[in-house]
């Protein structure tokens, strides 16, 4: 293991352990101890890495509060309070939410179908985008904080914005996309993602995306709202993440089996829990 204060290849391992039981070792060139966690993230944690990274998931995952959480690892012999699983959401879900949007770059496809849903933030309303391809793959989401019908030109920066995020999410430019008939999109598109896009705005078209919208609805319900902008954009965006990444469907209307399900589900959970200690 390379010694993360100098970057030297002459380390040895020492005899003893942490008190979490990471292996500690010895740099020949600075003469500096460390274990496996120092120089990350994970370093002053006092439980063990996958434990901390198992909350934030069951948190993003399931219909579950900060005090949900809390008890349920009580039983299990973790003693923390909710209060460090909202630290640990803070910190860590932005890290899941960076690995999973890079795995996505090419995947999406080029049919994409664009429309806004509500989230109540601090009791005000507040507009998330997200876009799908026409097999229900994830394109992006982002939550803007107003959307002024009065205002046309701040208006067209959230749809501009979400449109440049959304590309440079993908890697590429769609083919055609399907929105509703506001007046923000047509010059946004133009704009973004050029003139030769096709653009549709029947409403009976986008009903694929306004059910898909279910998810995140269902999902921060229970929560009663967001307490500020910055952690309903992270928790929103780490919920899509997550939800696309353990997706069975490849197109709608798909039939997965059950154990089929359990098998990619076990090995999806493992392969991220995976990527994200290491």
């Not at 985008?129 to 904080?145: F, K, N, P, Q």
């Not at 590429?172 to 598109?189: E, F, G, L, Q």
């Not at 705005?201 to 500020?228: A, S, V, W």
């Not at 039939?255 to 290491?278: S, Y």
Request: hydrophobic share 30%.
């Amino acid at each position: 293991m390379n010694c993360p204060h100098c970057s030297s290849c002459a380390t040895t391992q020492l005899a003893g352990n942490t008190s979490l039981g990471y292996p500690t070792f010895r740099c020949s060139q600075c003469k500096r101890k460390f274990n496996e966690r120092t120089g990350t993230l994970y370093n002053h944690l006092q439980f063990p890495t996958d434990i901390v990274l198992l909350v934030v998931l069951w948190r993003l995952r399931y219909k579950l509060s900060l005090r949900d959480l809390s008890e349920m690892f009580l039983v299990r012999g973790f003693e923390f309070t909710h209060e460090a699983v909202r630290e640990w959401e803070a910190k860590f879900a932005p890290l899941i939410t960076e690995q999973l949007r890079s795995r996505r770059k090419g995947k999406a496809g080029r049919s994409w179908y664009v429309d806004e849903t509500y989230l109540r933030v601090s009791g005000k309303w507040h507009y998330l985008y997200r876009a799908v391809d026409r097999d229900g793959t994830l394109v992006d989401s982002m939550l803007s904080e107003k959307r002024d019908m009065a205002s046309e030109k701040r208006n067209m920066a959230s749809a501009k914005r979400f449109f440049t995020q959304a590309k440079d999410v993908v890697g590429h430019k769609p083919v055609r996309v399907t929105t509703d008939a506001h007046n923000s999109y047509p010059r946004a598109i133009r704009r973004v993602l050029g003139r030769k896009v096709l653009h549709r705005t029947n409403k009976y078209l986008n009903n694929r995306l306004e059910q898909d919208h279910r998810g995140i609805k269902q999902r921060y319900y229970p929560m009663r709202g967001f307490g500020c902008f910055e952690s309903a954009s992270r928790f929103s965006r780490a919920f899509d993440e997550q939800r696309d990444y353990f997706r069975y469907r490849t197109r709608p209307k798909e039939k997965v089996p059950l154990p089929e399900q359990r098998r990619m589900f076990r090995q999806r959970f493992g392969a991220l829990q995976h990527l994200l200690g290491a």
